[in-house]
């Protein structure tokens, strides 16, 4: 217990799936944490759960696509807790489409949730961490940000971005001298709404999810806790000589 003790976690996309699952795991550990997410009664239902279990926590409304939308909550977690230590670029979203059956309309709001959110929540968090002298910054790529798939281009090019954006931030933040570390993690299929999501239009959907899990060696998909557990490790000052890294919790999906 205490691996985050003190510090202030912003976790995005925090009221499903992964991102509700680190912020819970990031307030048992001691952090107080921003849960941030356009659902507001779904997050509000993580900072009830955060605040029952003895922990601090703050709802604030953000569409990561919305620049206006970030400054306003950076001003909250000024104003409420005067630093920020932490941020999870969880906010995400799921597209299926080859090259050729995607529309330029969809590329783009893949690319704009997936990519553009992450580099504003970056550039945002460096910001609020320079005055400090410190930070972890933790953003959500994917396998699919390391190897292709013929029906996920939008998907692959927003993940593939964000791992390299990742890179050039955290060369940016250490050779700049501000001690803010910037990692990418890349989960493969983790049983959440969003992956629920791809098998539920299909008409048998157990057998759906089985091919699913037939691409993990391990022979079974992964838990949100599985990524929430390498995201504290991150978060903590264990991984300190981390940065510009990639942490891949994949079930064996990319040693193939």
Known sequence: MGRVSAKVALVTGAALGIGKATALLLAREGARVVVADMKAQEGHAVVAEIEAAGGEALFVPLNVTVEEDWSKAM?????????????????????????????????????????????????????????????????????????????????????????????????????????????????GYIWTPMVQGLTSGTPDQEAARQKLIDLHPLGHLGEADDIAYGILFLASDESKFMTGSELVIDGGYTAQ
């Open 75 to 187: 001003a909250a977690i000024k104003a409420r807790f005067g630093r920020l230590d932490i941020a999870v670029n969880n906010a995400g979203i799921a597209y299926t489409g080859t090259v050729e059956s995607t529309s330029l309309a969809d590329w783009r709001r893949v690319q704009a949730v997936n990519l553009d959110g992450v580099f504003l929540g970056t550039r945002y968090a460096v910001e609020a961490m320079k005055p400090q002298g410190s930070g972890s910054i933790i953003n959500l790529s994917s396998i699919e940000g390391l190897v292709g798939d013929p029906t996920l281009a939008a998907y692959n090019a927003s993940k593939g971005g964000v791992r390299l954006f990742t890179k050039s931030a955290a060369l940016h933040c250490a050779r700049s001298g501000y001690k803010i570390r910037v990692n990418s993690v890349h989960p």
